[in-house]
T-cell receptor
Framework: DGGITQSPKYLFRKEGQNVTLSCEQN?????MYWYRQDPGQGLRLIYYSQIVNDFQKGDIAEGYSVSREKKESFPLTVTSAQKNPTAFYLC?????????????FGPGTRLTVT | AQSVAQPEDQVNVAEGNPLTVKCTYS??????LFWYVQYPNRGLQFLLKYITGDNLVKGSYGFEAEFNKSQTSFHLKKPSALVSDSALYFC??????????????FGAGTRLFVKA
């Protein structure tokens, strides 16, 4: 997990509340990503950013928002509009957004909404 | 549609035996293929990748993968399994997006159990 930190490791929220998940990297990577992991479904892309102040929707962006004000940081907000927010959230980064570059992952945040 | 399939939810192997975790893909254009491993409650770790060149790719922890273009497969292999190899393995393919960037499509994952 080296170089990417996610906090907190576990997060509990009441339904209807927005919650922000932190992701910080010190790898000097340009590209950053947010994924959601559900049992048996692999990873699904929520948002990605190739450069500061720019980001793109992934496959399941509805109910989520992001910002990329600094190269090192890519926080994810899970809004009350997300119908089923309980999941394991993974942040990742890569040197560039190019096709040959592998991704480095943080340790994840497990969000439980009741 | 571009996709990655891991046909086995779980693979069981005895320690010391060879292991294979299967992956097939469907992409337009050249495939850029990756394997990642995930230990419980952790993020994914990169194992190896195929970009071009030799069809047999070697990676971390003694793993290797064989790219087969005619069968559109990229199976992960290891000659002698260890109990510590027990984890969740993901095959992935990198594809271009319609906004000029790239994204990674992951398979659903295969859980490997290595029994002592």
């Amino acid at each position: 997990d080296g170089g990417i930190t996610q906090s907190p490791k576990y997060l509990f929220r009441k339904e209807g509340q927005n919650v922000t998940l932190s992701c910080e990297q010190n790898l000097n990577h340009d590209a950053m990503y947010w994924y959601r992991q559900d049992p048996g479904q692999g990873l699904r892309l929520i948002y990605y950013s190739q450069i500061v102040n720019d980001f793109q929707k992934g496959d399941i962006a509805e109910g989520y928002s992001v910002s990329r004000e600094k190269k090192e940081s890519f926080p994810l907000t899970v809004t009350s509009a997300q119908k089923n927010p309980t999941a394991f959230y993974l942040c990742a980064s890569s040197i560039l957004s190019g096709v040959t570059y592998e991704q480095y992952f943080g340790p994840g945040t497990r969000l439980t909404v009741t | 549609a571009q996709s990655v399939a891991q046909p086995e939810d779980q693979v069981n192997v005895a320690e010391g035996n060879p292991l294979t975790v299967k992956c097939t893909y469907s992409v337009s254009g050249n495939p850029y293929l990756f394997w990642y491993v995930q230990y419980p409650n952790r993020g994914l770790q990169f194992l190896l990748k195929y970009i071009t060149g030799d069809n047999l790719v070697k990676g971390s922890y003694g793993f290797e993968a064989e790219f087969n273009k005619s069968q559109t497969s990229f199976h992960l292999k290891k000659p002698s399994a260890l109990v510590s190899d027990s984890a969740l393995y993901f095959c992935a393919v990198r594809v271009p997006t319609n906004t000029g960037g790239f994204k990674t499509i992951f398979g659903a994952g295969t859980r490997l159990f290595v029994k002592a």
